[in-house]
């Protein structure tokens, strides 16, 4: 009986310690890096595309315009992703004024106004989390 016991218990104590064996941890290992979308990538199309079709919704683009604002969205993604300007932020902010620059020259001066009358109404309209909400 005795030995009956002591087989169970030293069974019970390997399999526990069997389990519990881990790989240590290692803070500077990222397990689950959370995803991005890399230029020229699918979800960075589908990004572009919704970004696209929501200045079109405003200001009513004709399709020569659409094409040649993705147009633009691809070239300055192309230029990202050889300079890999997204570890730089000033080089990166340039980027993406130069890019809004040229977006808003595609726009005739009536659209550029519409645009800009949705963004000031936005503005205002977000508020800071103060003050009485509508």
């Given at each position: 009986?005795?030995?009956?016991i002591?087989?169970?218990?030293?069974?019970?104590?390997?399999?526990?310690?069997?389990?519990?064996?881990?790989?240590?941890?290692?803070?500077?290992v990222?397990?689950?890096?959370?995803?991005?979308?890399?230029?020229g990538?699918?979800q960075?199309?589908?990004?572009?595309?919704i970004?696209?079709?929501?200045?079109?919704?405003?200001?009513?683009?004709s399709?020569?315009?659409?094409?040649?604002?993705?147009?633009?969205e691809?070239?300055?993604?192309?230029?990202?992703?050889?300079?890999r300007?997204?570890?730089?932020p000033?080089?990166?902010q340039?980027?993406?004024?130069?890019?809004?620059?040229?977006?808003?020259?595609?726009?005739?001066s009536?659209?550029?106004?519409?645009?800009?009358a949705?963004?000031?109404?936005?503005?205002?309209?977000?508020?800071n989390?103060?003050g009485?909400?509508s």
């Amino acid at each position: 009986m005795k030995k009956t016991i002591f087989a169970l218990a030293t069974v019970a104590l390997l399999s526990t310690g069997v389990s519990m064996a881990q790989r240590g941890y290692n803070p500077n290992v990222n397990r689950n890096p959370a995803p991005q979308a890399l230029p020229g990538s699918r979800q960075d199309d589908i990004k572009e595309e919704i970004k696209i079709d929501r200045l079109d919704a405003i200001v009513n683009l004709s399709r020569k315009q659409e094409k040649e604002i993705k147009r633009i969205e691809d070239r300055y993604d192309k230029m990202e992703m050889a300079s890999r300007q997204r570890r730089n932020p000033k080089m990166y902010q340039r980027f993406q004024a130069q890019k809004q620059q040229e977006i808003l020259n595609v726009l005739t001066s009536k659209q550029r106004e519409k645009w800009f009358a949705f963004q000031q109404s936005n503005r205002f309209d977000r508020g800071n989390g103060y003050g009485r909400r509508s």
